[in-house]
């Protein structure tokens, strides 16, 4: 969990910078919490909010478990979240897809949903967000 909040912090810094360019402005904003003695309190809002994050995570994912949606099951919706999420030793899409008698596409659509739901970055499983955007364009072109 401790690398997933990590990645989380890293990866929100990323989208901020590439929205925002800094010009300064983070570090004047640092240096006058310091000054106001707020500096803890940022920091703990901050662990907070990753902390609710995760919370959020969980509770979907236990949700799913303790009340799988109609034809689904406990165990493939454990397997689904584990796959958005990395956890490893679950072979791979195809092999959640095989074991529950279920179509590839529908574990891997199921898992994105998780993944885009909590802003989670692509899990071991999945392709990246690059490799999937050029898949889905090679597919919308008309072929001969």
Do not use: W
């Not at 809002?45 to 919370?55: K, P, S, T």
């Not at 995570?57 to 990395?86: F, K, T």
């Not at 529950?100 to 574990?107: D, K, L, S, Y």
């Amino acid at each position: 969990m401790r690398k997933f909040a990590e990645d989380l912090d890293r990866r929100l810094a990323e989208e901020r910078a590439a929205v925002e360019p800094d010009r300064g402005e983070d570090a004047e904003i640092e240096r006058l919490l310091r000054e106001a003695g707020l500096e803890r309190y940022l920091e703990k809002h901050q662990r907070e909010c990753r902390e609710g994050v995760l919370l959020e995570v969980l509770r979907v994912a236990l949700a799913n478990v303790v009340s799988p949606p109609p034809r689904s099951s406990a165990l493939l919706e454990a397997e689904i979240v584990g796959l958005a999420i990395g956890f490893p030793g679950l072979g791979g899409m195809g092999a959640v897809a095989k074991r529950h008698g279920i179509g590839t596409a529908a574990v891997s659509r199921r898992a994105k949903a998780i993944q885009e739901r909590f802003g989670l970055p692509p899990s071991i499983y999945m392709k990246s967000d690059a490799a999937s955007e050029n898949y889905r364009k090679s597919n919308r072109r008309k072929r001969k």
